[in-house]
């Protein structure tokens, strides 16, 4: 790989007889990774996932290359995450029933690896800046079955007007110069320059003084780049320590060909061995930069500020409120709806502890249940990839050739006669979409931007 030379002389001098082995790693094969998702049966992954060899630090994850045009894929069974980045997730290590927000969130690799942790309790509110990439981060964290989460599309300024001291724990993933995604995507060594880290680091102090204003005392903070720039990585961690004292480092584990974060790259700060650096050529990934801090509670006390006030259902009109009965009714059971959110039809079931939300650019409120439309409910693809098997009355088993013609965006064909109605089709045992059966033909309900 062509590396810019002021790359090369930069990391000749930080790294010095490191330095070889470290640009070697450029011209080496990325090992590709993928992560299982708990909180659907992996027992019904493909075992030739299952089988491939373990990433060390994360339960979940594997090495090797996901097709994404797999069964497993398309319902949310697998998700496709390079080694190193799976390290974040587990260094979060978000507890159950906690508020949490990630920050940066598209296109979902950490998220959909948040919500496996809290297995879909407490509130993830999931943000992206951008709206193409906030609709792929809500595609995935759709197809993911995640129930505990509100996909928004805001600054962290617009975030940090709305959820002050809220969040138990916060994940920046910054955004930052990518120099551990040039090996995946040579095309990236072109926007980089030599005062392309400097832009990048004030870039990540702003987007930090908003995550601040949106923690108490007690909660988490998780900082983690894909770049091995001293400039946002341990001189971003220095500056923030220095500025908001309340916080301390807390050392993060170092398996096996894991690095301390380098003091000599962040003004001599010792903490900072207490980060980690994940190097291509010391280990099996990409590489990445973690830090993890904590809002020490001044009287030891933790804050938990409450919801002043919280998002409450919205009321159907009589006709909506028949037709979504009657969906329950003929389709579901045990299915527990937490708070209506209604966004012109379209019906979203939203995870407890949202405030209320009018100030917003909301991408998916919650669980996506389906659409008003004249005279009849249709339901979403969310609601077929986010509940249990066991959750739905009517299923249909369709082959590999059907679901493949399903995906495609054409009619099935069915050989039985069971009554017209809504049905979970299901491939492999894995739930694949809503169907609605009619004389013998499946029609076709997968989203027209999904097909392939
Ligand atoms: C490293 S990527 C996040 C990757 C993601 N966490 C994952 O695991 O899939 C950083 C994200 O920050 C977003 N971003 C860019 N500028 C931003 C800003 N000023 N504030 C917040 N996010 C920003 C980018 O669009 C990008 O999606």
Same mark, same amino acid.
């Given at each position: 790989m062509n590396l810019p030379q002021d790359f090369i002389n930069k990391y000749q001098e930080l790294l010095g007889p490191e330095a070889t082995a470290f640009f070697d790693s450029f011209n080496q094969s990325s090992p590709g990774g993928y992560r299982i998702n708990s909180n659907k049966a992996s027992s019904l992954v493909d075992q030739s996932y299952v089988t491939n060899e373990q990433v060390p630090y994360c339960r979940d994850g594997h090495y090797g290359h996901l097709n994404g045009k797999s069964i497993d894929h398309t319902t949310g069974y697998l998700y496709s995450q390079e080694p190193s980045a799976m390290y974040v997730?587990?260094?979060?290590?978000?507890?159950?029933?906690?508020?949490?927000?990630?920050?940066?969130?598209?296109?979902?690799?950490?998220?959909?690896?948040?919500?496996?942790?809290?297995?879909?309790?407490? @509130?993830?509110?999931?943000?992206?800046?951008?709206?193409?990439?906030? %609709?792929?981060?809500?595609?995935? @964290?759709e197809r993911w079955g995640s129930q505990n989460t509100v996909i928004t599309n805001e600054s962290p300024e617009k975030l940090e007007a709305q959820f002050p001291a809220f969040f138990d724990r916060i994940l920046v993933d910054a955004p930052c110069s990518g120099?551990?995604?040039?090996?995946?995507?040579?095309?990236?060594?072109?926007?980089w320059h030599k005062d392309?880290?400097?832009?990048?680091?004030?870039?990540?102090?702003?987007?930090?003084?908003?995550?601040?204003?949106?923690?108490?005392?007690?909660?988490? @903070?998780i900082y983690s780049?894909?770049?091995?720039?001293?400039?946002?990585?341990?001189?971003?961690?220095?500056?923030?320590?220095? %500025?908001?004292p309340q916080f301390t480092l807390v050392p993060i584990k170092k398996y096996s060909g894991m690095d301390d974060g380098r003091p000599e790259w962040g003004n001599d700060n010792p903490e900072l061995t207490k980060t980690v650096r994940l190097f291509p050529h010391h280990m099996k990934?990409?590489?990445?930069?973690?830090?993890?801090?904590?809002?020490?509670?001044?009287?030891?006390?933790?804050?938990?500020?409450t919801v002043k006030h919280p998002f409450r259902s919205v009321k159907l009109s009589?006709?909506?409120?028949?037709?979504?009965?009657?969906?329950?009714?003929?389709?579901?059971?045990?299915? $527990?709806?937490?708070n209506l959110a209604l966004f012109g039809d379209q019906l979203f079931d939203m995870p407890n502890g949202m405030p209320i939300i009018d100030k917003m650019s909301i991408v998916r409120p919650g669980v996506h249940l389906g659409?008003?439309?004249?005279?009849?409910?249709?339901?979403?693809?969310g609601?077929? @990839?986010?509940?249990?098997?066991? $959750?739905?009355?009517?299923?249909?088993?369709?082959?590999?050739?059907?679901?493949?013609?399903?995906?495609?965006?054409?009619?099935?064909?069915?050989?039985?006669?069971?009554?017209?109605?809504?049905y979970l089709l299901t491939c492999q045992n894995h739930a694949v979409c809503f169907g609605k059966l009619v004389n013998k033909t499946v029609k076709n309900f997968y989203p027209k931007g999904l097909r392939f």
């Open positions: 997730g587990e260094v979060a290590d978000p507890q159950q029933g906690e508020k949490v927000l990630d920050l940066c969130a598209a296109p979902g690799g950490k998220s959909t690896h948040l919500v496996a942790k809290m297995q879909n309790s407490g @509130l993830l509110v999931s943000n992206e800046i951008f709206k193409a990439r906030a %609709k792929i981060l809500a595609e995935n @964290l120099e551990g995604m040039f090996r995946k995507d040579p095309a990236a060594t072109q926007y392309y880290s400097n832009e990048c680091a004030n870039r990540q102090q702003h987007i930090l003084d908003s995550a601040v204003k949106m923690m108490h005392a007690g909660s988490t @903070l780049t894909c770049t091995f720039a001293p400039e946002e990585d341990e001189q971003i961690i220095d500056w923030f320590i220095r %500025k908001y990934g990409e590489g990445h930069f973690i830090a993890k801090l904590v809002w020490q509670a001044a009287s030891g006390s933790k804050i938990v500020p009589k006709e909506q409120q028949t037709e979504l009965t009657e969906f329950l009714h003929s389709c579901l059971v045990n299915y $527990q709806i937490r659409t008003f439309k004249k005279r009849r409910f249709e339901p979403a693809l609601l077929a @990839l986010a509940i249990d098997d066991d $959750q739905v009355l009517n299923k249909l088993t369709i082959t590999e050739e059907q679901w493949r013609q399903y995906v495609h965006g054409d009619t099935i064909t069915v050989n039985n006669d069971y009554p017209k109605g809504w």
